[in-house]
């Protein structure tokens, strides 16, 4: 049964600081990872995926990266601002017939301060 | 392109009663799934379609969860009687079946408070 952490549950830092969230996953056989933001009160908004034989993913300030082999991905937030503060998750797919299966970590609430 | 309609937003019922949600999925997207999110915690899945077909529903709990999706579209999730801890946010979810990317896209959820 597939397992996913993250680590740190929260984390809060001042604006500017570059920020990396962990994720881990028990079965390396997995089709994807992708990263989610969640704002309070709201679903789930896809920031990055990557795609099993890729190393990372860029997108603007974040840049997520993936060892398929150690089971582990992080997410790198660079110059961090308050408007990202919110909840990120990591959620790992694996196919179920010819559909895609996802398990999700708890999450680690960000709080970015002025 | 629209994205993941849910309705309710928001229910409060009272422990014993029924409840039901309805989703409808992005255009074209063949496979549907519905999460339960506790406070605190990340989605955990109940069941997932593929059209109109179910995929899983291993963790559904089938005393009380039933769910529905007649002509492959649009869903319907039903909870009779509900307990306290089914209190949570109920996220619809659905992609593609393209092969590649799998990508979920989700709809805003409904908050479900038992009373």
């Known amino acids: 049964k597939q397992e996913v952490t993250q680590i740190p549950a929260a984390l809060s830092v001042p604006e500017g600081e570059n920020l990396v969230l962990n994720c881990s996953f028990t079965?390396?056989?997995?089709?994807?990872l992708q990263w989610f933001r969640q704002d309070p009160g709201k679903g789930l908004t896809s920031l990055l995926l990557i795609q099993s034989s890729q190393r990372e993913q860029t997108s603007g300030r974040l840049n997520a990266s993936l060892d398929k082999s150690s089971g582990r991905s992080t997410l790198y937030i660079a110059a961090s601002q308050p408007g990202d503060s919110a909840t990120y998750l990591c959620?790992?797919?694996?196919?179920?017939?010819?559909?895609?299966?996802?398990?999700f970590g708890d999450g680690t609430t960000l709080t970015v301060k002025p | 392109e629209a994205g993941v309609a849910q309705s309710p937003r928001y229910k409060i019922i009272e422990k014993r009663q029924s409840v039901a949600f309805w989703c409808n999925p992005i255009?074209?997207?063949?496979?549907l799934y519905w999460y339960q999110q506790i406070l605190g915690q990340g989605p955990k899945l109940l069941i997932q379609f593929q059209n109109n077909g179910v995929v899983d529903d291993s963790q559904l709990p089938k005393d009380r969860f039933s769910a529905e999706r007649l002509k492959g579209v649009d869903s319907t999730l039903k909870i009779q009687p509900a307990k306290l801890e089914d209190s949570a946010v109920y996220l619809c979810?659905?992609?593609?079946?393209?092969?590649?990317?799998?990508?979920?896209?989700f709809g805003p959820g409904t908050r479900l408070t038992v009373t």
């Open positions: 959620a790992v797919t694996q196919l179920n017939t010819n559909a895609g299966k996802s398990t």
């Open positions: 255009s074209g997207h063949a496979t």
């Open positions: 979810a659905s992609s593609l079946v393209d092969y590649i990317y799998y990508e979920q896209y």
């Open positions: 079965d390396s056989a997995i089709y994807n």
